[in-house]
């Protein structure tokens, strides 16, 4: 028998099963939220940009922190529709969670989409979005420490390779720069020495003046932009995992919601929540949703990914 049958028989009642499940998994996604957005916010508060807000706008690279209030800032949201919604038995919060997460799924699986179609374009867009990062190098702690993190984990240096440091004030070559690391590269472009226990960070001061082939002793040489094409090209499967381990999640998220709003239309309506098909049994819209939407998630990832295997 099926449970909507069983519903009809036995009177229309909301499953706490679904229910709390729901709640749990949404009161961690608020938590996360909430922890994400509290860094974000605590981290603006070191920097001074809580009492000088126009300063959000004076960095000329990526400030890292909006990557966390902006996903925190979202999680947040959406665990908290999800938590009251499912608690307190609300479709209208409950349908905002289902349909704000769906949207989210499909602009994840549209940008992937369009990642590969138009990936020479991308490719240009990262050219550009380290460079202008590498300009941008001194003037925030946050960016610096991101940009250090990236040249020591993929072992590489700029964009394309040491000589896009002259963009940056502190390192160009130009005779009018007083710096003391005028013609160097950051330590993060340094090749490790396992002898040393201590962080050499004045390993990078004039390597540059140096030729390609003594420099290649001292510092990484080849550029971020192709250690990152190389290392994505090598994980590709574990990438391509992860994205459909936080589909799948999103997925059980609208599932669970779904099937919640569809026990709680039962109930009010004292009965089964949609009309018993002559051919078919009664309809779960709900369950039927869930259906479309794990279709749509393996199709498009399949597709994405035998396209980038290719």
Not at 111 to 117: P, T
């Amino acid at each position: 028998m099926s449970r909507k049958e069983h519903l009809k028989l036995k009177g229309a009642e909301v499953s706490c099963c679904v229910k709390y499940l729901l709640f749990g998994f949404n009161i961690v996604f608020w938590l996360l939220g909430a922890a994400f957005l509290g860094i974000g916010l605590w981290a603006w508060a070191e920097k001074g940009v809580l009492s000088n807000i126009s300063s959000i706008t004076d960095l000329g690279g990526f400030d890292p922190v909006w990557l966390f209030i902006v996903v925190g800032g979202v999680m947040f949201i959406l665990g908290f529709a999800g938590c009251i919604g499912a608690l307190r038995e609300n479709t209208v919060l409950l349908k905002f969670f289902s349909v704000f997460l769906g949207l989210i799924f499909f602009l994840e699986l549209t940008a992937g989409i369009l990642a590969f179609v138009f990936k020479d374009w991308i490719k240009d867009q990262l050219n550009f979005f380290i460079n202008n990062n590498v300009k941008a190098y001194r003037d925030d702690i946050d960016l610096q420490n991101l940009i250090d993190f990236a040249q020591e984990y993929w072992l590489c240096c700029g964009a394309h390779g040491p000589n896009d440091w002259n963009q940056n004030i502190y390192f160009n070559c130009t005779e009018l720069n007083p710096s003391r690391e005028r013609c160097g590269v950051p330590f993060s472009c340094c090749i490790k020495d396992p002898a040393e226990d201590v962080l050499n960070t004045q390993c990078g001061y004039d390597v540059r003046l140096q030729g390609e082939l003594d420099q290649q002793r001292y510092i990484y040489t080849k550029g971020c932009v192709g250690q990152f094409e190389k290392w994505l090209q090598d994980n590709l499967i574990v990438v391509a995992g992860v994205f459909v381990g936080i589909a799948l999640l999103q997925i059980f998220g609208i599932c669970l919601a779904q099937n919640l709003v569809s026990d709680i239309k039962a109930v009010k309506g004292g009965g089964a929540p949609y009309p018993p098909s002559p051919h078919h049994g009664p309809v779960d819209l709900g369950t039927e949703w869930c259906w479309i939407w794990v279709q749509a998630l393996a199709e498009g990832y399949l597709c994405i990914i035998a396209l980038f295997l290719d």
